[in-house]
T-cell receptor, first 114, second 108 residues
Framework: KAGVTQTPRYLIKTRGQQVTLSCSPI?????VSWYQQTPGQGLQFLFE???????NKGNFPGRFSGRQFSNSRSEMNVSTLELGDSALYLC?????????????FGPGTRLTVT | DAKTTQPTSMDCAEGRAANLPCNHS???????VYWYRQIHSQGPQYIIH???NNETNEMASLIITEDRKSSTLILPHATLRDTAVYYC?????????FGAGTTVTVRA
């Protein structure tokens, strides 16, 4: 079974631009979560989508948004990029059922904002 | 914020068992204990989880104390490829709260 895939793997953007990252979950998984990892803050939860609805949300500004499509693929968007948005963005997929919270992570998208 | 506490780092000899402790004294009745690890430059990898019973899979064993306030992850025969940051997480939904984890270095 194929794992979680994320595209692109690397991205360089300029301050003020916006960016869209994509995540394809493991086949049959209906939940997709997004995380940001930086050296200073570690791994932080952004949001989780299940059946095209945002079900959980972390403490990030509104510049960070996401969506999920009917095939469970998910995209994350960051608008008005800031230098501090430079990070590894990870998505994770899971079945999305209660008592089955284990998540399977993709390799991440490395975003550099200059 | 992370609710668990783990040692910052530990070393282990190749071929020996690695025992990773974790304190989760605030865990509630419906929260699970999850263990993930992250090898440098890769996404975190799910290892194992448990509620109150001890669990074992092909990667590791999880021993949870009777009061559920602490647990130990056991890697039975550590290899060099087990060098990673290991995260212990308590939770009951998909909003995982990662702490700093334990950096485990397996030495030949």
């Amino acid at each position: 079974k194929a794992g979680v895939t994320q595209t692109p793997r690397y991205l360089i953007k300029t301050r003020g631009q916006q960016v869209t990252l994509s995540c394809s979950p493991i086949s049959g998984h209906r939940s997709v979560s997004w995380y940001q990892q930086t050296p200073g803050q570690g791994l932080q939860f952004l949001f989780e989508y299940f059946s095209e609805t945002q079900r959980n949300k972390g403490n990030f500004p509104g510049r960070f948004s996401g969506r999920q499509f009917s095939n469970s693929r998910s995209e994350m968007n960051v608008s008005t990029l800031e230098l501090g948005d430079s990070a590894l963005y990870l998505c994770a997929s899971s079945l999305g059922l209660a008592e089955s919270y284990e998540q399977y992570f993709g390799p991440g998208t490395r975003l550099t904002v200059t | 914020d992370a609710k668990t506490t783990q040692p910052t780092s530990m070393d282990c000899a190749e071929g020996r068992a690695a025992n990773l402790p974790c304190n989760h004294s605030t865990i509630s009745g419906n929260e699970y204990v999850y263990w993930y690890r992250q090898i440098h430059s890769q996404g975190p990898q799910y290892i194992i989880h448990g509620l109150k019973n001890n669990e074992t899979n092909e990667m590791a064993s999880l021993i949870i104390t009777e009061d559920r306030k602490s647990s130990t992850l056991i890697l039975p025969h550590a290899t060099l490829r087990d060098t990673a940051v290991y995260y212990c997480i308590q939770g009951s939904d998909y909003k995982l709260s990662f702490g700093a984890g334990t950096t485990v270095t397996v030495r030949a």
